[in-house]
């Protein structure tokens, strides 16, 4: 069964300086997506960024890049330059290609508190 | 991105009465929708998976007679909650999937609170 651990409940970062949110799963498929979401207090999902398994370059969108080490089953987020509108819940997500059900799996999430 | 809209954002019940949620995409076909419910300071929970013209396929512990998931068209999934209860506050978010796409678009929520 896939399986998506995101360790750090919360997360304490100055303004400007780079942050990683850690995330790590699990999946017996060989063909499988990676997501990150963003969850401001509004309650809205926005997504981020996608990393496919068979990706060979790490997926980069903006400020977000994606560290995959695949022998690791590691998917982390990197935010470079850390803003105050950074602040927010942010969950990783897994997701089988091949499974006929699609579904997405989230992770518990950690918190990012951006500091002035 | 695409978009997906739910109806109503926020909801309050009494309990014993039944609430529809609809989740709608407004610019595409989505052939899969997803319902999740999260309660507060926690991850999103999937409850089911609707495909459309096709019954849902409920994740274990929803309860599919309490929960009820309609996917009639390829753009619009509602969900009703029967016989309310105060534990079924929440936020209830949907999502959409196209067909041959992996991106999954999300409906901004519905804050439901039952009294």
């Known amino acids: 069964a896939q399986k998506i651990t995101q360790t750090q409940p919360g997360m304490f970062v100055q303004e400007k300086e780079a942050v990683t949110l850690d995330c790590t799963y699990d999946?017996?498929?060989?063909?499988?997506?990676l997501f990150w979401y963003k969850q401001p207090s509004s309650g809205e999902m926005i997504f981020l960024i996608y990393q496919g398994s068979y990706d060979e370059q790490n997926a980069t969108e903006g400020r977000y890049s994606l560290n995959f080490q695949k022998a690791r089953k590691s998917a982390n987020l990197v935010i470079s330059a850390s803003q105050l509108g950074d602040s927010a819940m942010y969950f990783c997500?897994?997701?089988?290609?091949?499974?006929?059900?699609?579904?997405?799996?989230f992770g518990k999430g950690t918190r990012l508190h951006i500091l002035p | 991105g695409a978009v997906v809209s739910q109806h109503p954002s926020w909801v309050i019940c009494k309990s014993g009465t039944s609430v529809k949620i609809e989740c709608r995409s407004l610019?595409?076909?989505?052939?899969?929708m997803f319902w999740y419910r999260q309660f507060p300071k926690q991850s999103l929970m999937l409850m089911a998976t609707?495909?459309?013209?096709?019954?849902?396929?409920?994740e274990q512990g929803v309860e599919k007679d309490k929960f009820l998931i309609n996917h009639a068209s390829l753009t619009l999934s509602t969900l009703t909650v029967t016989s309310a209860h105060p534990e079924d506050s929440s936020f209830y978010i949907c999502s959409g999937v196209a067909l041959h796409s992996y991106e999954q678009y999300f409906g901004p929520g519905t804050r439901l609170t039952v009294t």
């Open positions: 997500a897994m997701r089988e290609l091949m499974n006929r059900d699609d579904k997405i799996i």
């Open positions: 610019d595409f076909q989505a052939t899969t």
């Open positions: 609707s495909n459309e013209g096709s019954k849902a396929t409920y």
């Open positions: 999946t017996s498929d060989q063909s499988y997506g």
